[in-house]
């Protein structure tokens, strides 16, 4: 969440379902934090986290 704060757009962006959201890793290796930056708060919000090692994560390859 440190890097969010001064670089609110580190994350890759996501596509399809997830479209709008942006998602980084960690704390853990295996943890996906997506989020969703608002531009007119200029803030950030967390709105899932998922395993990586999951199938049903919003980054697999489907």
């Known amino acids: 969440m440190r890097t969010l704060q001064p670089f609110r757009l580190a994350g890759r962006a996501l ?3 997830w479209k709008g959201t942006r998602f980084i890793i960690g ?3 295996w943890l996906i934090l997506i989020y969703l930056h608002d531009e ?3 803030a950030v919000y967390i709105v899932a986290a ?3 090692r999951s199938s049903s994560a919003a980054t697999s390859a489907r």
Do not use: E, K, Q, S
Request: net charge negative; proline share 17%.
């Open 15 to 17: 596509t399809g379902a």
């Open 27 to 29: 704390p853990w290796p």
């Open 50 to 52: 998922h395993d990586g």
């Open 40 to 42: 007119t708060d200029d």
